[in-house]
């Protein structure tokens, strides 16, 4: 994610009526997929989540975060064992971030009492998620819900989910590495002709990058 500071400047200034605390944000995360999914969020961990089940956990402030679906995992009495997608580092109790094809759930929260939030494809796509603010005060719903796996060009097909072409061809073009100008290319136009409010490759922060107020609660549903 990146967050760009000084588009928010204006608001920041407006807002007085917060004083900075230690209170986080809190996540309910819900599984509506029709199989099983292995919730993971870093910082936080993992949780084994049934069709219907949902894990509430709470976040910290200021400390940057990526919560995902995991796919087709196994795990001994040791929570050791993989994942078909998302997998991090065979540990059921995520500390690393989860490999590729993975969709991220990405916030920041209460960086001047604003919460930053997106949902990308940078990482590819492995299941539909949608994210939202139950309580109000707070504009929108950011979901991405296309059929990415179904769709995937071949050259980006995986088992379980689809790359987003940095992974595969770590080109510049791609994934915007140098710091200079990075466009938009065919690839990254498929993700974002899908899921429109979805990072698409590394500099989509126009339409792909959300705030609300600090002090919320959000909900991350899988197949919504
Ligand atoms: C779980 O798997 C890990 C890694 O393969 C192994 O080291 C550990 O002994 C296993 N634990 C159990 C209880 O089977
Ligand atoms: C799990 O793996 C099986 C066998 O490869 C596959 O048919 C199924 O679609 C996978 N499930 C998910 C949720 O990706």
Known sequence: MK????LFISTLLRITLFSATTQGGTFEIYNSCPYTVWAAVV?????????GETWTLNVLNSTPGRIWARTNCTFNNSGK??????????????TTYGAEPVTLVEYSLNQNNIDFLDISLVDGFNVPVELSRPSSGCTGVIRCT????GECPDMLRAPGGCYNPCTLFKTDQYCC?????????????????????????????KTSLFTCLRGSNYRVVFCP
């Open 3 to 6: 967050i760009l500071k000084s």
């Open 43 to 51: 910082p936080g961990g993992g949780q084994t989540l049934n069709t």
């Open 81 to 94: 064992g993989s994942c078909q997608t998302g997998d991090c580092n065979g540990a059921l109790q995520c």
């Open 146 to 149: 296309a059929d990415i796996n």
């Open 177 to 205: 590495t140098s710091g200079g100008g990075c466009e938009p290319t065919d690839f990254s136009k498929f993700f974002k002709d899908r899921c429109p409010n979805a990072y698409s490759y590394p500099k989509d922060d």
